[in-house]
């Protein structure tokens, strides 16, 4: 069985920064694309950045130039490092991986449980 689970969100003030973590555990053969999406109150599940198990990386318009992420393979961890946060990057954040559990096994998505992050005066 597969978890993840992230950590690091709450309440920060607008330009204020918070680094989230999401750590993987359970039965892994292999991790490829991470990444980590969000869903403000009243609105869709939108994508935030990803990073492919080769280190490439893609943002949303939105927060590109603000928002860094990176992994840690060994750790099995994706890490989201958010600057010059905003009032309207509050949201759940959510942890997201495509991983094969054994060799020879589909791959499959899996989703983390969420972390409120709220940008607030």
């Known amino acids: 069985q597969v978890q993840l689970v992230e950590s690091g969100g709450g309440l920060v003030q607008p330009g204020g920064s918070l680094r989230l973590s999401c750590a993987a555990s359970?039965?892994?053969?292999?991790?490829?694309?991470m990444g980590w999406y969000r869903q403000a109150p009243g609105k869709q599940r939108e994508l935030v950045a990803t990073?492919?198990?080769?280190?490439?990386?893609n943002y949303a318009g939105s927060v590109k130039g603000r928002f860094a992420i990176s992994r840690d393979d060994a750790k099995r961890s994706v890490f989201l490092q958010m600057n010059s946060l905003k009032p309207e990057d509050t949201a759940v954040y959510y942890c997201?991986?495509?991983?094969?559990?054994?060799?020879?096994?589909?791959?499959?998505?899996?989703w983390g449980q969420g972390t409120q992050v709220t940008v607030s005066s």
């Open positions: 997201n991986a495509n991983i094969r559990t054994y060799a020879g096994a589909l791959n499959r998505e899996y």
């Open positions: 990073i492919s198990g080769g280190g490439s990386t």
């Open positions: 359970g039965t892994i053969f292999s991790l490829y694309t």
